[in-house]
């Protein structure tokens, strides 16, 4: 079991920056892949960006490409989402997920992700 709980979300007027950290527990959190997908209100969730087990690969979705950048402390058991130059189309629900398969593909589906944490509000004003 992995818990991860996720924090750093708010307000920010659009052109502003935010970080969102997850912290994971329950498992080695070096061995996991893992990454952040959002759900703005009416939408489908999507894909955000993802981190390998070792940091080493990372994956953005087009629409984050240049903004948004994702790390992990690996001694701190937390994976970080820097969020800047927002625009209120990033306005969202942020989910931190963990896939415990580390010898596959970093992957950008949710369905590879097992472990999902409960979100945290992204809201961007014009």
């Known amino acids: 079991q992995v818990q991860l709980v996720e924090s750093g979300g708010g307000l920010v007027q659009a052109g502003g920056s935010l970080r969102l950290s997850c912290a994971a527990s329950g498992r080695t959190f070096t061995w996991l892949h893992l990454g952040w997908f959002r759900q703005a209100p009416g939408k489908e969730r999507e894909f955000v960006a993802s981190?390998?087990?070792?940091?080493?690969?990372?994956n953005y979705a087009d629409s984050v490409k240049g903004r948004f950048t994702i790390s992990r402390d690996n001694a701190k058991g937390t994976v970080y989402l820097q969020m800047v130059s927002l625009k209120p189309v990033d306005t969202a629900v942020y989910y931190c997920?963990?896939?415990?398969?580390?010898?596959?593909?970093?992957?950008?589906?949710?369905?590879?992700?097992?472990?999902w944490g409960q979100g945290t509000q992204v809201t961007v004003s014009s």
């Open positions: 981190i390998s087990w070792s940091g080493r690969r990372t």
């Open positions: 997920a963990a896939d415990p398969d580390f010898g596959k593909e970093l992957s950008t589906k949710q369905h590879e992700y097992e472990y």
